[in-house]
């Protein structure tokens, strides 16, 4: 192999996903309905840390909205968006229409951070979104399962349903991801 072939093949395997033909190169490629039945791209968080969540109304977690709310309120200036995905895959706890989810996340725990359509978050049919959050960083085992992104559009760190939304780790995984 010659010297410039070498340095290719380096330079290839430290080339980011993107370079390597990687259909879902960060979060930011994919796309997700909101729960107004929006299209939306998610490259339209680029550049911020996201907190991901996977919601249902009716879990012992659900109390949790009015942490994320919280969460959401004291970091938004700071870069950082909470993004929630009903899903009614752990014990059918989201059954409610989108409207419903709406109304319900709206006038129970005011939430104004950015709520997208139910989806599958595991198994047959799983969304794109999912599919890429569960890389390297596990499928939720539960709802509320929390998973930190990057500003480059990569999971970073990810936690159970029990870590609360005011937990010094969760605040400690978006704090790094803000760094520069």
Known sequence: MTLSATFF???????PASAKGDPA????????????GKATNLS?????????????????YTPQYAG??????????KGVVVLGFPSNDF???????????????????HVTFPMFAKIK???????PVYKFLETGHGEPKWNFHKYVV???????????????????????????????
Do not use: W
């Open 25 to 36: 190169m960060s979060f930011y490629d994919l796309k997700a309905d909101t729960l107004d």
């Open 150 to 180: 990057g500003k480059d559009g990569q999971v970073v760190a990810a936690f159970a349903s029990s870590v609360k939304p005011d937990s010094a780790e969760l605040k400690d995984a978006i704090e790094a991801a803000l760094m520069p």
């Open 121 to 127: 978050t595991k198994g047959e049919g799983q969304s």
């Open 68 to 77: 994320l709310e919280q969460l959401y309120e004291a970091y938004k200036d």
């Open 91 to 109: 014990g059918g706890q989201e059954p409610g229409t989108a409207a419903e989810i709406k109304t319900f996340c709206e006038s129970k725990y």
């Open 9 to 15: 093949a380096i330079a290839l395997l430290a080339a």
């Open 44 to 60: 339209v968080y680029r550049g911020k840390v996201l907190v991901v969540v996977n919601t249902a109304s009716e879990c012992g």
